[in-house]
């Protein structure tokens, strides 16, 4: 995702403002219930790299070394080096965004992890997210939806988990598009999804 020629940063320090804000998001999207993180992920995904394009020079201040679309601690680490984070802080950040436990952290979840800064999240971008993830289109997310999405990768009562955390209108194992709108709805950062 980042060239050597779209970002030569290797000492240039960032702005503590954007750090504390990058922190903030990061520390957000982890404490995402795993469908709205899915939901993150997607409009990142779709985003252009026009309404991405500050989020993308960011990424690769923070990917200094290899600039291969994935931050390892160390990119992570020197970057934050001269903030008042200890290390522990450093890498319980890190570990929070690193979602599949790999070691890095990928370019599409930090952009995830940090569209609210580019104001990306409307209800038209939240019903796109809710229908891909709505495989099926029964419109409802239901475990089967999920467990087609993330390939069997994770165990029913993690999947059935991840319904009962956000199915709070129907209570019967499945998720509407009203109960995943409240999500976001919920989130303070995210200015009311209905005014878009």
Same mark, same amino acid.
């Given at each position: 995702s980042c060239s050597s020629s779209s970002s030569s940063n290797n000492n240039k320090k960032l702005d503590p403002k954007i750090i504390m804000q990058v922190k903030h998001n990061l520390e957000i999207?982890?404490?995402?219930? $795993?469908?709205?993180?899915?939901?993150?992920?997607?409009?990142?995904?779709? #985003? #252009?790299? %026009?309404?991405?394009?500050?989020?993308? /020079?960011?990424?690769? =201040?923070? =990917?200094? %070394? #290899? /600039? =291969?679309?994935?931050? $390892?601690? %160390? =990119?992570?680490?020197? $970057?934050?080096?001269? $903030?008042?984070y200890s290390d522990a802080e450093i890498r319980r950040i890190f570990n929070s965004a690193d979602m599949n436990n790999s070691g890095v952290i990928d370019y599409t979840v930090f952009i995830a992890a940090s569209l609210e800064m580019q104001g990306r999240i409307n209800k038209t971008s939240l019903r796109e997210a809710f229908h891909w993830l709505d495989v099926d289109k029964s419109g409802s997310i239901t475990q089967k939806d999920l467990q087609f999405l993330l390939g069997g990768k994770f165990s029913e009562a993690f999947i059935t988990k991840c319904i009962e955390e956000v199915d709070r209108s129907s209570k019967k194992g499945k998720i509407s598009f009203k109960d995943f709108l409240q999500l976001f709805d919920e989130d303070e950062s995210i200015k009311s999804v209905d005014s878009y």
């Open positions: 999207f982890s404490a995402a219930v $795993t469908i709205k993180k899915l939901g993150f992920i997607y409009i990142a995904h779709r #985003s #252009s790299k %026009e309404q991405v394009l500050h989020l993308r /020079q960011l990424f690769c =201040d923070f =990917d200094d %070394e #290899s /600039q =291969d679309g994935m931050m $390892t601690f %160390e =990119d992570f680490k020197k $970057t934050l080096a001269h $903030t008042n």
